[in-house]
Structure formats: structure tokens, C-alpha cells
């Protein structure tokens, strides 16, 4: 099974996104989707008037926030991408964390910082992904949960896509593919041919105290890296490239 | 089986929602819950400064406001009736037409009127629905549809009701329930005592005619009569008390 996380630079661009689209549309193997909300949902803040509100650095999900997430992720971008899926014969089905109970996830209260809606995953119902899969359905996730008492909550979509590819390997083989802007995790930052094309857990520790890698992709390597201690076989760090040619350049996470 | 269709004023009231869903959550037949947007997508169309156009007296659907839709239907309404039924342990799923490819559109294009991004039903892929239905879930439909080669459409929810009502009759009895915010079909409109408890269709002809019935209901009803003509069971037109006390008034529709 592949588990493809695409980012904002995929959703925020039409002609990319259809390319990527049909691209995963011819994956063989079961196939699952998940993808944020890119730009759209800051561009929809600012003409509805919603600050976007920040504290200790952090973005703030307020009760407006989450309703342009919804509008968004759930409804924009997740239903623009199943009808693309299925004019590409590809059966797919929209979910969000609520819809079948797929996602349980806790809201994140700290201490110091309330950070809204924001909730972190208690339980993937790895079960139902299966059942639906089973029935031919590639199911596309936007980055929404839900706490079992009536509340969607906002999610980090590299953190579900981690946490769904945990869930499946129960099942079956994972392979996790994490597609941004970049081919692969690169050594300098501004050099695209510096891609690291192994990266061990030892390696990363390396490159974090060096401080070649990038504050933004700590934690998306360290999801990379939980993901492999906790049964995905294989996890992928690169561009849309990668599904044009697999031998091409992308970062491959090894523990 | 019972399908039941709320309409904007049920959609547009947070405690009077709460109270439908817990209603529906506790119907212990297999259940099916189509929803409109009410008036949330008016109202982010005029946040946003999308014009709603007219033309020969009906609404047109453009780019701009089907982006609305998709955002306020299958999104905002759609998951957070979706969140709340799970916590009233309905375990529910939110669908759009293209969501498993379950309903099929054609774009309306009328030779003196175009319509936008409409579409009228073509396919209601019941089996899918009997699949979610068999593995226990309530799926709730927002008013949206899709063409098969990758454009979303808006479509009628009475009409959605409708379709799936008539599709699911090929598996089951089907009783289809419009919940709107009058008790039933009234003989004079603005007496809520006149409720017509019973009507066929030589009476509909008749009130039609000497012009007691208002022009809001007719498309409404046209739907309820189509439906008992293509197997449906049974159906009634009725407000949310029709759940309290299945003795109340409501308006039954027979051939």
C-alpha cells in the first residue's frame, strides 16, 4: 500500500495538482490521499476578515479559523480532488476524521498555550481504512479530526498521514510518501542537488546539531522516523518527480 | 428505512440541529440524512462579495458561488452534523455525489437559460449505499453532485432525497420524510391548523389548481409524488415534532 501526503505547493496549484492527481490515479497498489489546505485557507481568513491569531510563535486555531478549515479542507479542496479522482477512474471517497469515526484525536491543551482547536491523534480506526479499501475506494483525508463528543478539530496533515501509515502496516506493507516542494531533504538548504538520498536516524541527529536541516522539517522528519518504529516499511521524502520516475532523486528514511 | 431531508431551518438553527440529530441518532432503522446549506452559503456568499445572480427569476450558480457551496455544504454543515452524530453514537458519513462515485449529474444547460453549475440527477449508485449502510453507517448527503469527468455540481436537495429514496426501494421499503418548518402541507397558507393530512394526487391537482398551494411547494411536491410512483413506500411532509410523537399532524402523500 502507498500513503501519499501531498503539501500547500501541490493544493495551491491547479495545473500541479492535476498532474499529481493523474499520477496517483495510476498507482497499482491500494492507495491512500491526504492533503492539507495550502493557501486557500489564509486566503479565505483574509477576505473574511479573521485574523489569524498568533501566540508564543504559534498559530492560534479559534472557533472561526476552524470553520474555514472545515470549508476548506473538508469541502473545497477534498471534494475538487474526489471528482478530479473519479473523471480519472480513480474511485475515491472524501473523509475527514468524523466520517466513520476514522480519526479520534484529543484537543491539545498546554499549559501556557491554548492553541485552539488543534487536536493531536488518539486512534486510527485502521479497520474501517481497510473495509473501505477493500471495497475499491482509495479514501482522501483532509486534515480534520474529531473528538468523539461532537467537536472537528484541526490536524496536522503530516502528523495523520504518519499516523494512518502506522495504523495500516497492521494490515499490510506501508509504504509513506511525503511530496513537497523540494526533491528530497536537502544538506543546504538553497542547493536542490544536495538532496540526501539516505537518511538514517544517526545521520539526522548529525545534520540537527549541525543545523543544516531546516527548523520546518523537524518535525516532519521526526514523523518519518516514528512512522518506521512503529511498522511502516518504507517512508519517502520528495517531489511530484517522484512518481514519474522512481529512480529519479528523493530522500529515502531508514532507521 | 427511513430517509429523512431537513431544510434551511432546521440547518441554519445550532440548538434546533442538535435537537433533529438526536432525534435521527436515535431512529433504529437504517437511516439516511440529505441536508441543505440554508442560509450559510448566502451568507458567505455576501461576506465575500460574490454576487448571486439571477436570471429570468432563478438563481444562477456560478464558478464563485459553487466554490461557496462546496465549502458551506460539504464542508462546515456537512462535518459538523457528521461530529455531532458520532457523539450521539451514530456512527455517520459525510458524502458528496462524487464521494464513491455515489451520484451522477448532468450539467443543466437550458437553450434560453443557463443555469451554472447545476445538475440534475442522472445515477444513484444505490449498491454503495447498501454497502455503507450494511457496514452500519449512517451516510449523510449535502446537496452536490458530480458530472464523472471531474466537476462538482450543485444540486436540489429535495431532489437528492428523491433520487435516493427511489434508488434505495429497489433494496428495501423505504419510508422518505421532508422535515421543513411547517407540520405538513397547509391548505391555507398561513394557518398552521390547516394541515392536510392526507393527500393524492387528484386532491394535489385540485389545490394545485384553485391555487392553495403555494409555488414553493410544488417542486416539493412533484418529488414526493415522483418518488411513490418509482416504489418508494411512503412518504410525508412534516416539521421536527414528527419525531417526538409519530401520532402529531403531518401531511401523508398517496397516489
Known sequence: MKIVKIGGNIVDNA????????AFSKIEEDKILIHGGGKIATEYSEKLGIKVEML??????????LDVALMTYAGLVNKKIVASLQSLNCNSLGLSGADGNVIIAERRIVKDVDYGYVG?????NSQFIKTLIDLGLSPIFCALTHDGNGQMLNTNADSIASSIATAMSEHCDVELIYIFEKPGVLSKINDSNSVIQNMDYKSYQNLKADGSIHDGML????????????????????????FKDNSKVHTQINL
Open 15 to 22: 495545473d500541479l495538482l492535476q498532474e499529481f492527481l493523474t
Open 56 to 65: 508564543k510563535g504559534r498559530r492560534i486555531t479559534s472557533k472561526e479559523s
Open 120 to 124: 493531536d491523534i488518539e486512534k486510527v
Open 219 to 242: 518535525p516532519k522528519l521526526d514523523n518519518c522516523f516514528n512512522s518506521l518504529n512503529n511498522g511502516v516499511a518504507k517512508v519517502v521524502i520528495s517531489n511530484i518527480d517522484y
